[in-house]
């Protein structure tokens, strides 16, 4: 996104990228984890749930191999395309692992070498210098990588990280996931739809635990009544592995409990990755590991860092650790370089979704931020298990939840379980991005039947006048 809307802004620009175009989430997050989710998606709804239809499926097979294969063509899809985005704006692609040695002292540029990529993906590192690159200004947007647990490093084979589950030749039958974030629970989806055995270890006391506290609540029976095996306020202690998988070794209420399983999947987060990226006499500022810049400091950041014309955007300077924001930081970044007024990042409304089914979404502030905030509010609760549309397409599980200030009707937050979340979402994010009322919402005429009534009836709620209750 940086690099395109560079070179259309003037720039001459080039992007140094160790592996294929379109980073972590082109290649191992965002779009071949969603290929898999519709996958396990459709085979949920004909194989588990086809009786309900009045469809009966005869006896089922699924070749892993094709229905994994599937989404890493998606990718090779999207990597073309990149490819061609940056042939048309004339952005020069430069592959090798880049370490930016100097930054811009006013009188000599920015220099970066070009390594042969060496190691993994994540961890990889630099070996001999390919060619120098020089110029004024240098953004970086390595994003982050999976954390490991130090006593279990993973293995790939036994004991993985996001981007071995997908890509696993044969489907385990049984897997153990540590962490309940989206990550932890995408995966858990995928797999459970399919029949393996899921257990879930869950350090907090509920799962998807930055989620508002009652969608979490709901997710937690929606996902064990969907078979998983769900273990929160959770510990492990050890992971060890045999020759039929791996026992994991884990405390719950003082009581130690083990369960065994094929693969252990390690979803506890990501952090920085910046391996081999900087020189150490640049002198590069940290703050736990990410790149230090101006973008929680000021109102209209620059993405500056403590290296004299050297900026980062994206996971690498910290949370919220989201692809959508990266994008719009890079953007934000590089029109502030050509010393265009831009909008910027909202910070304070940035939607966060789980493509679980049902879907999880939210944005803005959880009940729970707004009480300690001490701030008056009004909140509308509408189940799914009352709407027309959730009903007909067999998906009443769920809840839309709205969150709005006294006495005004400021939207402070949204949050919500069900069919089509994470494009619902989108609605509350323009309301709030143009401070739009409850109110606002109300007097707003959704179509019908769909999804989006839902947001309506709880905008109702909020003053008691819901309708479908």
Known sequence: MGAVRAAQLGFKVACIDRDKLGGVCLNWGCIPSKALLHGAEIYDEAVNHGKEWGINVGDVTVDWRAFIGRSRKITEQLNGGVGFLFKKNCVEHIQGHAHITSGNNGVTPCTVEVRTPTGEYYNGNGGDVIETVTADRVLIATGAKPRELPFAPCDGKTILQSSHAMTLEERPESLVIIGSGAIGMEFAYVYNAFGTKVTIIEMLDRIVPLEDEDISKLAGRVFKKQGM?????????????NENGATVTFTKNDNESKVEAQKVLVAIGVGPRCDGLFDDSLGMELHRGYIKTD???????????????VYAIGDIIGPPLLAHVASEEAVTCVERMAGHNTFGVDYKSIPGCTYTNPQIASIG?????????????????????????????GAAEGVVKLLASKPYGEILGAHIIGHDASELIAEIGLAIRLEATIEDIVSTMHPHPTMAESIHEAALGTENRMIHN
């Open 229 to 241: 095996d769900i273990h929160t306020s959770a510990s492990v202690n050890a992971i060890e592995a």
């Open 295 to 309: 973008a929680k400091d000021v109102e209209e950041p620059t993405y500056r860092t403590s290296v004299s014309g």
């Open 365 to 393: 502030m959880t009940e729970q931020q707004v009480k300690d905030a001490g701030i008056e509010y009004i909140k509308g609760e509408y189940s799914l298990k009352a709407h027309g549309k959730a009903i007909a397409v």
